[in-house]
């Protein structure tokens, strides 16, 4: 129930194209869904999150696309650069009382190649 | 720009001691966090505090583990007797009291603990 499920575990691109990540939640009480970025050291940052009450966010180069019904959601990256290299998590969390804890996905390692 | 920091940034220690995992959260938030990610696999929630208390935790959160904020800035995670399945990057978060559309916790760099 809590789980949030991330697919793919590792992904290779080529500078200029497009990532793709997708994410699959079961938990219908989640509503807040942030994707996090970790480079190889360090601590997950905040990349960029959505509320379920929109359908889609763009910050920059990236997007998440959000559909309730189905209880997805997906972080795209546009012009992938080799910068981009690190791994990505989607999380989720609920906006219950006291429960503000992130659940997050396994990672998706992306690896822009020049 | 504040941040959160940790130290130290890998801890080494036998099997069965105790370990102090510490953490300097950034200074007007009022929410804390440790998580923790064994090597390769995904990050795990361990415990959230908030206004001096535990407000939930998870089930690897077990006796073994405490939390303490000692004084206005640091947050402590204490591993009474390690084990070796203890071993895992812990991450220490935090975040702002108001959860406006704007929310975010903010990680530190992490401390990696190595039991042996």
């Known amino acids: 129930q809590q789980q949030v499920k991330q697919s793919p575990q590792s992904l290779i691109v080529q500078k200029g194209g497009i990532s793709i990540i997708n994410c699959a939640y079961e938990?219908?009480?989640?509503?807040?869904f942030p994707w996090y970025q970790q480079f190889p050291g360090k601590g997950p940052a905040l990349l960029i999150a959505?509320?379920?009450?929109?359908s889609e966010k763009k910050e920059g180069r990236f997007t998440i696309s959000f559909n309730k019904s189905a209880k997805q959601f997906s972080l795209h990256i546009m012009d992938s650069q080799p910068g981009d290299s690190a791994t990505y998590f989607c999380?989720?969390?609920?906006?219950?009382?006291?429960?503000?804890?992130?659940?997050f996905g396994k990672g998706t390692k992306l690896s822009v190649i020049p | 720009e504040p941040e959160v920091t940790q130290t130290p940034s890998h801890q080494v220690t036998q099997m069965g001691q105790e370990v102090i995992l510490r953490c300097v959260p950034i200074?007007?938030?009022?929410?804390f966090y440790w998580y923790r990610q064994i090597l390769g696999q995904k990050v795990e929630f361990l415990v959230s505090f908030y206004n001096n208390e535990i407000s939930e935790k998870s089930e690897i959160f077990d006796d073994q583990f405490s939390v303490e904020r000692p004084d206005g800035s640091n947050f402590t995670l204490k591993i009474r007797s390690t084990k070796l399945e203890d071993s895992a990057m812990y991450f220490c978060a935090s975040e702002q009291k108001d959860r406006g559309p704007t929310d975010e916790q903010f990680f530190g760099p992490g401390t990696r603990l190595t039991v042996l």
């Open positions: 999380a989720a969390s609920t906006s219950g009382a006291g429960s503000y804890q992130l659940t």
């Open positions: 959505i509320r379920p009450d929109v």
């Open positions: 200074s007007n938030h009022l929410y």
């Open positions: 938990n219908t009480a989640f509503d807040y």
